[in-house]
């Protein structure tokens, strides 16, 4: 799946993209861990893996990233 990075604190490796359809989604240090990267910059397109789905059960969105990682083409 493609987003696009939107924030990220160097101290923590924690941020949020975004889905394209504008919903922001949250990431952990351990998801930008894995993706190798060492730092991301607001406005790059990335590529993520999720666990979970958007929109489940009581419209609140379970998604999960669990890397995070630069778009190649």
Do not use: C, H, N, W
Not at 15 to 28: E, H, I, N, S, Y
Not at 47 to 52: A, F, L, P, S
């Amino acid at each position: 799946m493609q987003a696009t990075a939107y924030t990220y604190d160097p101290e923590t490796r924690s941020g949020q993209v975004l889905l394209d359809d504008g919903t922001p989604v949250p990431f952990d240090a351990p998801a930008f861990d894995k993706g190798g990267l060492r730092l991301l910059r607001p406005g790059q397109r990335v590529r993520i893996e999720v666990e979970g789905e958007a929109g489940s059960e009581g419209g609140k969105d379970d998604l999960r990233i669990t890397l995070v990682t630069l778009q190649t083409f």
